[in-house]
């Protein structure tokens, strides 16, 4: 990590490469406030997890996307990792891209 960052090769990180990191800090941290807020507006019931149920009303609501049963079981497989039968924020956040 520290190779990454320090741009200029001397061993040490000067005030641009510290300015550098705490920029790419905070856009990770947005972006991640904003997966966290579409996850809670999908979450109907607020139990910190997606239903199958609740991501194809999602998935119709705002997305304009009829989805079969067939297809949806689809997508759980894809992204529901621990096979709960519901869509954790880890989860969903490390498949954001497949909701754009």
Do not use: P, W
């Amino acid at each position: 990590m520290m190779q990454e960052v320090d741009q200029d090769g001397d061993g040490a990180i000067n005030f641009s490469e510290m300015l550098t990191i705490m920029i790419r800090m905070h856009k990770k941290t947005r972006e991640t406030q904003n997966l966290l807020k579409v996850f809670e507006i999908m979450d109907k019931d607020g139990n910190k997890r997606i239903s199958k149920s609740e991501l194809k009303k999602a998935l119709k609501l705002y997305c304009n996307k009829k989805v079969t049963s067939e297809e949806m079981d689809k997508i759980m497989q894809e992204v529901d990792f621990d096979n709960d039968g519901y869509i954790s924020f880890v989860e969903f956040s490390q498949c954001a891209h497949l909701f754009k």
